[in-house]
C-alpha cells in the first residue's frame, strides 16, 4: 500500500530531523566548551597579571572559586545537553511510532471497507514527501559540518546511512464493486 512507502519516507524526515536536532545540541555543547575554555583562560591570564597585588591565599582561593564555577559550568552544559539529546531520541521514536500505527491503519481500513481514498491521497503525497526528505537530509548533513566546525574539528560531512526515498509511479487505481441489480 503506498501509505506504507509514505510512512517510510515520512519515518525518514522525522529521523533527519532528529538528527538535524542532535547536531544543534552538539554545537550547542561544543560552543559551551569553547566559552567555558576562553574564560579560564582569561581567568588565569587576569589572575597572573594581578597576582603580585594579591595576598597568597586570596590568589589560591580566586583559581579556586574559578575552578569549583568551571566545573559547575561543565556539568550544568553536558546535563543540559544530555537531556535535550535524551528528548530528541524519545520525540522521533513516538513519531515513528505513531506513523508507522497511522499507516497499519488505514491500511486496514483500506481491507474492511474497499474504500481507497486513503491510498490515492498516498500517492498524491509521496512526491512531496520525497521531497522533503532529500531537503531535510541536505539540513542533517549542513547540520551536522556546521556542528563540527564550531566543535574546531575538521568538518567531515557524512550521508546519513538510510536509503534516500524513491518516488513510485501510481498504482491503478481498483475498480469499485457494484452490486448487480436482481
Known sequence: MSAKKLSTVTTDVIESYGNTAKNVIHAYRAGGE???????????????????QLAEGVARNASAAQQVLNGYYTKGL????????????QMVKLAGTGV???AANAHRFEEKTGVTTLNT?????????????????KIEVKSATLASKIAGEKAIATMPKRKAPVARKAATPRKPRVAKAA
Not at 34 to 51: F, N, P, T, Y
Not at 78 to 89: F, H, N, W
Not at 121 to 137: D, E, I
Open 34 to 52: 569553547r566559552v567555558a575554555g576562553l574564560l579560564e583562560k582569561g581567568w588565569d591570564r587576569a589572575l597572573k597579571e594581578s597576582r603580585s
Open 78 to 89: 553536558t546535563l543540559t545537553s544530555d537531556g535535550a539529546e535524551q528528548v530528541v531520541d
Open 100 to 102: 508507522q500505527r497511522v
Open 121 to 137: 491521497l498516498a500517492q498524491a503525497t509521496l512526491p512531496s514527501a520525497v521531497a522533503l526528505s532529500t531537503l531535510a537530509t
